[in-house]
């Protein structure tokens, strides 16, 4: 989302100059700025990588003046956001301990539509149903994350002003539902100009593809200008925030902002070369784009998007994810993804550089990550998945933690003890998935490759026993080094 208007040649004259060096930028703030350096989320976030673009260097003394309000907006395209958002996330989570407001917009409007960038081919329409589910959800993440985000924050030592700033959600639908066909090109459409919106590098490839770009995705840039024009007007936004690719899309809705008044009879048309009426209004902030050290893109485990939700990706997988980071991102991440200070990272990572076989610093990215987006009770129960699932003795694990550290992970499954009771071992190796088949089941079995809490069993025929229930609710079939089940007890 949030990503159109491919940057014509009328912005380059525009008073809010692009900052494409941040860090210089950082390093030329006068001492009384880099003083309050706690206080101001845009020094943080320059310190810390994360700024890839403003569109005016005023940015860090209109946040520094006071109480400001920031937002950043998602399609749900799914019922949770994943990794890809994180980074955004915790852009607006440094503004919210400081105090500021910080709007999370969900495109219930602009994902009945989708937008082109990086797609060939048009997106699926989602059903009524479908929508309201993920728009739900992703509502009540966004509200979940601030809440552990700022008890993470009061956990590493930040003095989080008051109890934050103001957290809203808020849906496009709300206003864009009110709008008529007319009122929309009336009102909306008057002030974009068509050659700067083809001039977008989705909407170019897409008219020169076979499949070419309907109406409805062309349009989608005018929606994403609207939303910042009204959330200005309604919640006095000043700052939006996006990634790297959503550069268009802020400086769309900051030209809406200067060109259209709240009142039709003050509407006026503002001249590029008028810098005196740009200075107070609206602000753009970008952060880069993330990928790996080998150029594939952040957020992916085996080609599949890591969820935020862990009903979608379990606390084992999500940790798992951050522990697998590569030596040469694993600095990067611990900056982008946690609230540790340059310190404290720089401790971690002379640790990591004596003893680099024991993945020291991405154990602790995985711990402060599973933290922030989980809560504190997620970083044990992930810590005991992976020793379980690491072939760790389970003679001191009790059968309520294991139930819990995989609560929602497809690796469990549920079966009435009777039931297990009547089953040899094949057949419940088999209609667990742990094997494809019972004739599968039986040949692993008897070849010694399929353990009961990491004792091998050899008999297809064996049933669970009383003595194989840890603490009477749980068992664990292991197949191979690393294929797992639990079956919870009913």
Not at 3 to 26: D, M, Q, Y
Not at 91 to 114: E, P, S, W
């Amino acid at each position: 989302m949030h990503s159109f208007f491919t940057i014509s040649k009328r912005w380059a004259t525009l008073p809010s100059k692009v900052v494409r060096n941040p860090r210089t930028f950082a390093v030329r703030l006068s001492s009384s700025v880099a003083a309050h350096v706690n206080r101001n989320p845009v020094v943080e976030l320059q310190q810390r990588g994360l700024v890839a673009a403003m569109t005016s260097p005023d940015l860090v003394d209109h946040v520094e003046s006071g109480p400001t309000a920031i937002y950043c907006g998602v399609d749900p395209t799914a019922s949770s956001l994943h990794l890809g958002n994180l980074v955004t996330l915790l852009g607006l989570l440094h503004f919210h301990i400081k105090g500021h407001t910080t709007i999370g917009l969900v495109g219930g409007a602009t994902g009945t539509i989708g937008d082109p960038s990086g797609k060939s081919t048009e997106r699926q329409p989602m059903s009524s149903t479908t929508l309201s589910k993920n728009v739900a959800g992703i509502d009540a993440q966004f509200q979940r994350f601030f809440v552990r985000g700022r008890a993470y924050a009061e956990r590493r030592g930040y003095t989080v002003q008051g109890s934050g700033g103001r957290v809203k959600v808020v849906n496009n639908k709300t206003w864009f539902g009110k709008l008529s066909a007319l009122d929309f090109l009336g009102d909306i459409g008057r002030y974009a100009r068509v050659g700067t919106m083809i001039a977008r590098d989705s909407v170019k490839s897409r008219l020169e593809s076979p499949q070419g770009i309907s109406f409805t995705e062309f349009s989608y840039q005018l929606l994403q200008a609207y939303d910042f024009w009204y959330l200005f007007h309604e919640d006095g936004c000043r700052i939006q925030l996006g990634g790297s690719d959503q550069w268009g899309n802020i400086t769309a809705g900051i030209d809406l902002i200067h060109k259209k008044k709240k009142s039709t009879d003050e509407q006026v048309v503002i001249s590029s070369d008028d810098s005196s009426s740009e200075k107070q209004l609206a602000y753009g902030l970008t952060i880069p784009l993330l990928t790996t050290a080998t150029g594939e893109k952040f957020g992916k485990s085996a080609g599949n998007a890591v969820w935020l939700d862990e009903t979608m990706t379990s606390l084992f997988d999500f940790y798992q994810f951050f522990v697998k980071t590569a030596d040469a991102d694993v600095g990067r991440y611990l900056h982008y993804f946690t609230l540790l200070n340059a310190d404290e990272i720089n401790t971690i990572m002379e640790q990591h550089s004596a003893e680099p076989e024991k993945r020291i610093a991405q154990h602790a990215l995985a711990k402060e990550t599973t933290e922030l987006v989980h809560g504190a009770e997620a970083v044990p129960k992930a810590l005991l998945a992976t020793r379980v699932l690491f072939g760790s003795s389970l003679d001191k694990v009790k059968g309520q933690e294991l139930i819990e550290a995989f609560e929602n992970d497809p690796r469990m499954m549920s079966l009435e003890k009777p039931h297990v009771a009547e089953m040899s071992l094949d057949r419940i190796a088999s209609e667990s998935g742990l094997c494809s088949s019972k004739s599968e089941a039986k040949k692993l079995i008897k070849s010694g490759g399929l353990y009961i809490n990491n004792v091998k069993v050899s008999d297809p025929t064996y049933r669970i026993a009383d003595k194989d229930w840890i603490d009477g609710s749980v068992c664990v079939l292991r197949s191979g080094k690393s294929n797992y089940k639990l079956i919870k007890a009913l």
